[in-house]
């Protein structure tokens, strides 16, 4: 898929992370969380051996594990700047920053559509998979690179389409989030930051990249928030206001406070579920359309039904995975095949996933971002009419209904 300006783009960002010996910044740097770690277990062992002076240690326990989770995200913030400088200079040698940034975006948002010669000509546009070689992150790009078993090289990306689909990175709250635990930037930022490169070089960026959004994000945020929160406050909740009860009326016990926590608890859970997983009709959708969409993260879907071809698994030569790569005329994208045990994920991915490559299918299920595109399964229908179902959004429900059925249980045997 990669033609020699882009080859030599991609070696050389590489190559930058040799010249500026990443590999022993990153290393060193890496120590400092493992000694704090070190330093909090110790300090945490002194305090079950000490029979006096336990608050000392219990302070210096506490202060060592708070200064480890935050070097955890200064070593990845260096991480991130790394690759920055890894991608100048890769412009800086091969003077051609256009071919790394529709590269970069290619791999992100899986928008490689296949073009005719004719078409191919007018499109300054450059298409690569690199996650062997550790130009993406591969926690972002899981799968995508699978997409190069279905494409042929005559492909291309559509600018219109990346610059739709790199709003999310730069206005969604949850953009932001991801980046946090990310070893590397954000696509969207990468992209930016070649665009002032090639500006610097006096040429013209194969990207242009809207101002600012046209409405606010951080409402769909803070709701997503509250709904991902939604079965732990409710066995908060639960608990907080039986407690409360007690206290001025009666004396309760144990299966009181169980009771409530299952119940406010589960409760809060299925409406987690149902906003996880909205049912209803899944409209037949484009991977292009998709992944413009801002209003959706890992706790925000929408339904849809996309209709391609499996080109590969999600996870490349792994023979277990059950998860898939497929393509339409627009794109590619990976779907998320999920069962209530993992032995039925392993089962369908050793003995059936394999007859399914390269066949036309329907996939219907939620789609969701954070950051990486992606599709949860509820079902995947072949072009002859078999189909294949993903039972873990029912097995949620059961699991909401049951906790809700223990928790009445519980009061109720109280009661009586």
Request: net charge neutral; aromatic share 12%.
């Amino acid at each position: 898929m990669l033609d020699e300006d882009e080859r030599k783009a991609v070696i050389a960002h590489e190559v930058g992370h040799i010249v500026h010996w990443d590999f022993a910044v990153m290393t060193i740097a890496m120590v400092v969380p493992i000694v704090l770690y070190i330093f909090a277990r110790f300090s945490l062992e002194m305090v079950h051996r000490s029979r006096r002076g336990r608050l000392p240690a219990i302070v210096a326990a506490v202060v060592a594990y708070i200064a480890y989770v935050l070097s955890q995200y200064l070593v990845l913030f260096l991480s991130r700047i790394r690759e920055y400088y890894a991608d100048e200079f890769s412009v800086i040698v091969t003077r051609n920053p256009n071919a790394l940034a529709t590269a970069l975006a290619k791999v992100a948002y899986g928008l490689a559509q296949v073009a005719n010669d004719e078409e191919v000509k007018g499109v300054p546009t450059k298409i690569e998979t690199v996650r062997a070689l550790g130009i993406f992150d591969p926690a972002m790009a899981r799968g995508l690179v699978a997409a190069a078993l279905g494409v042929s090289a005559n492909t291309h990306v559509s600018p219109v389409s990346v610059v739709k689909a790199m709003q999310w990175d730069l206005w969604n709250p949850w953009a932001w989030v991801c980046e946090l635990s990310s070893t590397h930037p954000l696509p969207a930022r990468r992209l930016k930051a070649l665009e002032q490169l090639a500006v610097k070089f006096n040429q013209t960026p194969v990207f242009d990249f809207p101002e600012k959004p046209s409405e606010s994000y951080w409402d769909e945020f803070l709701t997503d928030l509250v709904i991902a929160s939604l079965p732990y406050l409710g066995v908060v909740i639960g608990l907080a206001g039986v407690t409360l009860i007690l206290l001025n009326f009666v004396q309760g016990n144990l299966l009181t406070w169980l009771g409530a926590a299952f119940l406010v608890g589960g409760s809060g859970y299925l409406i987690k579920v149902f906003h996880l997983n909205p049912m209803g009709e899944f409209p037949l959708r484009k991977i292009e359309e998709l992944v413009s969409e801002v209003k959706v993260s890992g706790i925000r879907s929408i339904p849809c039904a996309l209709k391609g071809k499996l080109i590969g698994r999600g996870e490349p030569g792994l023979i277990l995975s059950a998860d898939m790569v497929l393509q339409d005329e627009t794109g590619f994208i990976v779907l998320l095949y999920r069962q209530p045990l993992f032995i039925f994920e392993w089962l369908f991915g050793l003995f059936q996933l394999e007859q399914l490559i390269g066949l036309t299918v329907t996939a219907i299920g939620w789609y969701r971002r954070s950051p990486l595109p992606y599709v949860e399964l509820l079902k995947v229908v072949t072009e002859h009419g078999i189909e294949f179902n993903c039972y873990f959004y029912q097995t949620r429900l059961i699991l909401g209904v049951i906790a809700i059925a223990v928790g009445i249980g519980f009061l109720a045997f109280v009661l009586v």
